[in-house]
């Protein structure tokens, strides 16, 4: 009954909050080491 439709919904819902965090998390690692901003640009 569209159950496979509903878990693929979820599953990119999912891979959407793990590309978000992954996101934050280089941005606060960025904050907190400056030089890693500078090597990376």
Known sequence: ???AADVEQ???RLDG???H???VSLL???RSSPTGTE???
Do not use: C, Y
Request: net charge negative; proline share 0%; no cysteine.
């Open 28 to 30: 606060a690692g960025s």
């Open 21 to 23: 965090s992954r996101l």
């Open 39 to 41: 090597r990376d640009l």
């Open 10 to 12: 979820s599953n990119e």
């Open 17 to 19: 909050l793990e590309h």
């Open 1 to 3: 009954m569209g159950s």
